[in-house]
């Protein structure tokens, strides 16, 4: 892939939040097996049984946990693409100004590392995360997200299967 063309790579739609997990090549690559050799959607951190540690008293028995796999079962997948950075250069007056500007296919902005400075442009970015007041470079970086795309589970296969539109 190019900067032009970004490589997709998925989550399960149920798996994107706040803090997402790392995508994944492809929806098949979440397909895990459980000790007994049953196919499994991996959750929210590697391997198969996950290593999710509670916190303050976090409900870990259904987000992000593994969970078995059937035939037939439909998953929702989001593609994610990773459009590159810029330079957000910010200035004594507060205007502001970006080395390149963002890609029309880009969905969101953030400052890298920052989940609380996703937004979904570079205007909304500066006034929400009150940069007007930050005096200097910031590098920035663009991405997309899709609405997701559901799959079905093939379970002779042990793989994902795009759906058709207008299916069930």
């Avoid at 951190?45 to 079962?73: A, K, V």
């Avoid at 507060?94 to 937004?119: F, K, L, N, Q």
Wanted: net charge negative; aromatic share 8%; proline share 10%.
């Amino acid at each position: 892939m190019t900067p032009d063309d970004p490589e997709k790579t998925w989550v399960p739609a149920d798996w994107v939040d706040e803090i997402t997990p790392p995508p994944r090549a492809t929806p098949d690559a979440w397909i895990v097996l459980a000790a007994d050799g049953a196919p499994m959607l991996a959750g929210c951190h590697d391997g198969p049984l996950g290593d999710r540690t509670p916190e303050g008293g976090e409900d870990t028995t259904s987000f992000g946990n593994p969970r078995l796999l059937r035939d037939g079962d439909v998953v929702v997948f989001m593609f994610t693409r990773n459009w590159g950075t810029a330079v957000l250069t910010v200035n004594q007056d507060g205007t502001w100004s970006v080395d390149r500007e963002m890609p029309p296919e880009a969905t969101s902005v953030w400052i890298p590392g920052d989940h609380e400075t996703v937004d979904g442009d570079v205007a909304a970015l500066v006034e929400n995360c009150s940069l007007q007041h930050e005096i200097g470079d910031h590098e920035i970086e663009y991405f997309e997200w899709s609405d997701g795309d559901p799959f079905v589970f093939d379970a002779a296969n042990r793989r994902f299967v795009a759906q058709q539109p207008g299916t069930p």
